[in-house]
């Protein structure tokens, strides 16, 4: 029997080593987000920081080990076999959440989760327990579960979201007020008494404070305590002279060393307050499994009291734990698609936006107007003018082939995120509160942008939208990860050993296949025949583009109707469902498209607005095309779906007929797009368009004479005469792009 808890802990290794992977691919956006949004330090040297800011935290983090041992349940309530059941449930339940979000690129919190599923585990083991006893009722629940140290931690994790967004607005709008968006000038006066206090602040917290939670403290406890406030003084001091010497004898900005040391400490402070929820409870096995090896009892009868014992932790497994985070920050792939959300939300400028707005959103943003008027009615017109002269953000006027290249943020927020978040997060830490640095960094984030306006009445709606989706998914993890966790723990302990390895593979299967669908997801995003935005400034530089878009979506249109009217005609429901997401996908890029019209135009020189016009009608031919193909697939998609007749066999030859007609002359006027070769569009292609209409309008008038002598199905009717109507308006489409390309080359040729 033995054997069997030793083959959980090797498990239990495995899966530390996974989670170590997968967590810090969802909160590595924690610490890398401010650095990379501002671009104030270049990538890898932003990534050599961090990793020395992991090395580091890895050692601060065996105070915080505790929080796996007994910060959620009462350990001596429960026996070794139990203990081990709640561990191995709490393991294989992290790994697959946390996967799950970094596939949708949805920040999570990985403190969050590993709470909620050791009070899940521990919740159902002890319900267990209590319905195998004859003494114990319900009631008793709370013999077995540290709700106080539960509560506590709980409700640090839930005030955290209203802590760091208020701290992060305030400090962030007086720190604009300060120095405005323009601040060259006054960064010479006031950018060391700045520096100072934000390196102080830094420095501090992380450095002084975080050394309470490891082992090396008690070394230097006389000198550190009592004497708080003068180091502070002392520290802010010669900090405030470092800063001034660094800008005037260096000709520095010092915002930069801020950013990096920032990056470096919240790097330091996530290592060690969330290393627990990777290692902890393998660590917390590990000392449960050694007491009672030692001990000679059965695994059914030895409480686990030991675990209410401080047990140092072994410093070579946290650098080993922190190497594994480093190579996971340089070489995740779906880190990078989880920073997009957040640098997207707390971005200054416009953009395509990644979520919609809600009920919710317009409510928010509309009250939030409100209060805005009414509170520069109650201030002087002077001190709102004043006010309003500091946020006034500069003209940067760059090529839109550049625009990417700009910053999200300037350099004084990202000090202030950098800074906010590293204070919070260390206090916590040094409270061994395990406070999410997820909730902290984003909100914080959030908070900023807020205070600098960076929602503005054209974005808000959808960055609201977005705040609010991202922390219902943490509502939406804490739920999940109890429940699953509780699951898990019910079914390792109903199936032993048997359980275990097949929610093992279930496990490592389910991994695999998010690892393929994030890799073809990221293929999709690079697929060559994704649509691209116009960048050409001249008429014939916007026909070249746009020729290359009509190419692509004709072939993305051939593929979808063919996918259509063979999945109709099979009833084939998952051929269907395909050819639908295909064309919302490509409805989504025209869209996107449609969004960029403004900025083109406005990167127009004045010789070439002609092209602006062309443009505009070719974005608008295509996004007629692609409805055409969006509705026909989403009518067949709903028959096939509600079950209702097949079409008839005359139906489906004349369908098929019109299709591979409709495919062939699409195909041709690929080719002609793709080789430039206008001229050809009239007379032969024009002609076979006329053609293939009139073999539609045949069939309209052969279902019409079917439909009174022979139909006896409405709906199969209705679902015909649609597709049929849908692609009369698809080949007019086609036809109006191709009247568009051969009257803008015979004026170009004249």
Request: charged content about 20%; glycine content about 6%.
């Amino acid at each position: 029997m033995e054997n069997i808890y030793l083959i959980m802990i090797v498990a239990l290794v495995v899966l530390a080593i996974a989670d170590l992977v997968v967590g810090v691919s969802n909160d590595a956006v924690n610490f890398l987000n401010s650095a990379i949004g501002s671009k104030a330090i270049p990538f890898k040297t932003i990534m050599i920081v961090a990793s020395l800011g992991i090395f580091c935290g890895a050692v601060f983090s065996s105070g915080m080990m505790e929080v796996a041992r007994k910060g959620i349940f009462v350990p001596g309530e429960f026996m070794f076999n139990e203990i081990m059941i709640i561990f191995m449930a709490v393991m294989i339940t992290d790994i697959l959440l946390l996967d799950f979000f970094n596939t949708l690129g949805m920040p999570t919190s990985t403190t969050v989760s590993i709470v909620f599923e050791l009070l899940g585990a521990a919740v159902t083991m002890a319900l267990i327990k209590i319905g195998a006893s004859d003494s114990q009722t319900f009631s008793d629940l709370l013999i077995y579960i540290n709700t106080e140290k539960a509560f506590q931690i709980i409700s640090g994790i839930l005030l955290s979201v209203i802590i760091a967004f208020s701290v992060g607005a305030l400090v962030q709008y007086v720190s604009r007020l300060i120095f405005s968006f323009h601040y060259d000038k006054k960064i010479k006066y006031l950018g060391a008494l700045f520096g100072g206090g934000a390196l102080t602040a830094i420095t501090y917290f992380i450095f002084m404070k975080g050394l309470k939670g490891t082992p090396y403290y008690k070394d230097i406890k006389g000198v550190l305590e009592g004497n708080e406030i003068m180091i502070i003084f002392i520290s802010f001091i010669a900090l405030t002279i470092l800063s001034q010497i660094y800008m005037s004898v260096l000709k520095k900005n010092i915002f930069i060393p801020i950013i990096a040391i920032g990056t470096f400490g919240l790097a330091l402070a996530f290592a060690g307050n969330d290393l627990v929820n990777f290692i902890g409870v393998p660590m917390a096995a590990w000392h449960s499994y050694e007491a009672w090896t030692t001990s000679g009892i059965d695994a059914t009868a030895f409480s686990m009291e030991a675990l209410d014992k401080k047990v140092p932790t072994e410093p070579l497994l946290l650098f080993l734990a922190g190497g594994i985070m480093v190579l996971t920050l340089w070489f995740s792939k779906k880190a990078r698609s989880v920073a997009d959300t957040e640098i997207g939300l707390s971005r200054q400028g416009e953009g395509a936006e990644k979520f919609k707005p809600n009920t919710l959103s317009r409510s928010v943003v509309r009250f939030t107007i409100l209060v805005s008027k009414y509170t520069n009615t109650v201030l002087p017109t002077s001190v709102v003018q004043k006010i309003d002269k500091q946020f006034q953000k500069p003209v940067i006027t760059v090529s839109k082939s550049k625009s990417h290249e700009l910053p999200a943020f300037d350099q004084v927020r990202a000090s202030v995120n950098l800074m906010v978040a590293g204070v919070l997060i260390s206090i916590a830490t040094s409270m061994k509160l395990p406070l999410s640095t997820t909730y902290v960094t984003f909100m914080v984030a959030m908070g900023t942008s807020l205070a600098d306006r960076a929602w503005g009445s054209e974005s808000a709606v959808y960055r609201v939208a977005g705040v609010f989706n991202v922390i219902g998914g943490w509502f939406g993890t804490a739920i999940i990860a109890f429940i699953a966790a509780g699951i898990m723990a019910l079914l390792i302990n109903l199936g032993g050993p048997a359980a275990i390895a097949v929610l093992l593979l279930l496990a490592i299967l389910l991994l695999a296949r998010n690892y393929i669908a994030h890799n073809e997801k990221t293929k999709e995003l690079k697929a060559e025949d994704r649509l691209s935005k116009a960048e050409g400034s001249s008429i014939q530089g916007v026909i070249e583009e746009s020729a290359d878009n009509i190419s692509k979506a004709l072939k993305r249109v051939c593929k979808i109707n063919d996918m259509t009217i063979k999945g109709l005609i099979n009833q084939d429901l998952a051929l269907l469902k395909k050819a639908r997401n295909n064309v919302n996908k490509l409805e989504a890029e025209i869209e996107d498209l449609q969004s960029e019209i403004f900025y083109f135009i406005k990167e127009l020189d004045d010789s070439y607005l002609r092209a602006s016009k062309f443009y505009i009608d070719v974005t608008g031919s295509l996004q007629d095309l692609a409805q055409s193909s969006s509705l026909i697939a989403k009518i067949s998609h709903k028959h096939v779906n509600n079950n209702h007749k097949a079409l008839k066999k005359k139906q489906a030859a004349e369908l098929l007929d019109i299709n591979n007609k409709l495919i062939d002359l699409l195909n041709v006027i690929s080719k002609i797009f793709d080789s430039r070769s206008f001229e050809k569009i009239v007379p032969e292609i024009v002609e076979g368009k006329v053609a293939l209409l009139n073999h539609v309008e045949d069939s309209i008038q052969l279902q019409v004479e079917r439909t009174r002598t022979e139909e006896s199905s409405p709906k199969n009717a209705t679902l015909y005469f649609s597709i049929l109507l849908e692609t009369k308006d698809l080949i007019k489409s086609n036809l109006e792009i191709l009247n568009l390309y051969y009257e803008k080359n015979e004026q170009l040729k004249n």
